[in-house]
């Protein structure tokens, strides 16, 4: 899931580097920023087929505006490991809190190993300096401790900057990842059958961020096996419908049985119609049922409103 939503600066209109960029690169960026699949960092896995689909896109169109930004540096992208990075994304929409700070370098630590990190670090920490101690983690397994990053250090493309090697409780595939902490490993095999992607757990952990009680998305994995839907897109939309509640977004168990109740109270009181109990006419029949209801309203006139009809004849 995603962010709920992507804010975009209304400098961006004013901006000479945005209003010079051609119209499929402007397209780009502001899908960029406000992309289904981004986080609060700016840096985020990003497969390009993603991201065609989401535009209805051809690849060249894609990579040709990827490309101008790449060049004007407004964004990066890593092929390998399939990562955007989108430069300034902090400056506008910067770390605000403990928690923020938390969720966003968990966001970092569920990515794919990529060489974007150790340039984002400069970056995050340049413009949230307060929270910079929650990166420590990060700027270790890179190798890029924080007290070598400075904002005007020369910045190595993704080519010439080492990938660095992972231990061996991190050398999995990168379309593998492990689960949040507080979702049962259980719960997921029950539902899929399967490892987690790095996309899926990414997805999770979104949900996690903007305030879902884990025991939420739990409940929402037991509901899709119990109605026999055995796969994260089901269960997915299960959490976005929460999410996006009209009244309020449903985060706690609390919510989520308080929403349940209603919908019971409401189906009990407004019984859904199922048509398939129905008979199934033709026309002529309904014409057949219209006429004899108008006849029977004619002989009852006629015959003085006694509530007889041609059914029942009168004696003589």
């Not at 209805?56 to 992208?77: K, N, P, S």
């Not at 403990?98 to 970056?123: E, H, S, Y």
Request: proline share 7%; glycine share 6%.
């Amino acid at each position: 899931m995603a962010m709920r939503y992507g804010a975009v600066h209304t400098q961006i209109w004013q901006s000479p580097d945005f209003r010079g960029l051609p119209e499929d690169a402007k397209m780009l960026f502001l899908y960029l920023l406000t992309s289904p699949h981004a986080n609060l960092t700016g840096l985020y896995l990003l497969p390009k087929a993603y991201a065609q689909d989401d535009l209805g896109w051809e690849a060249a169109t894609l990579e040709r505006a990827m490309r101008v930004l790449i060049e004007r540096d407004m964004v990066r992208y890593d092929d390998g490991a399939r990562v955007v990075w989108v430069v300034k994304y902090l400056k506008f929409n910067p770390i605000g809190n403990q928690k923020q700070a938390i969720g966003a370098v968990n966001a970092v630590k569920r990515l794919p190993k990529t060489p974007l990190v150790c340039d984002f670090l400069k970056v995050a920490i340049g413009y949230s300096d307060t929270y910079a101690k929650h990166f420590d983690s990060l700027s270790v397994a890179y190798g890029c401790p924080i007290d070598n990053l400075a904002m005007n250090t020369p910045t190595p493309t993704p080519t010439e900057t080492p990938t660095p090697t992972p231990a061996k409780s991190e050398q999995q595939s990168s379309s593998e990842a492990s689960l949040p902490d507080v979702i049962p490993e259980r719960e997921w095999e029950q539902l899929t059958g399967r490892v987690a992607t790095a996309i899926q757990s990414q997805e999770i952990q979104q949900f996690l961020d903007e305030g879902m009680q884990p025991e939420v998305v739990v409940w929402a994995m037991q509901t899709a096996v119990a109605e026999d839907k055995r796969n994260w897109a089901y269960t997915r939309g299960i959490l976005r419908n929460l999410m996006h509640e009209s009244n309020k977004p449903c985060l706690t168990m609390a919510q989520v049985r308080a929403r349940e109740a209603e919908r019971q109270r409401r189906d009990r009181a407004d019984p859904p119609v199922i048509d398939s109990a129905l008979p199934e006419l033709s026309d002529e029949e309904v014409r057949l049922i219209e006429w004899r209801g108008r006849r029977r309203q004619r002989l009852e006139v006629m015959r003085g409103g006694d509530g007889t009809t041609d059914d029942a004849p009168v004696a003589r």
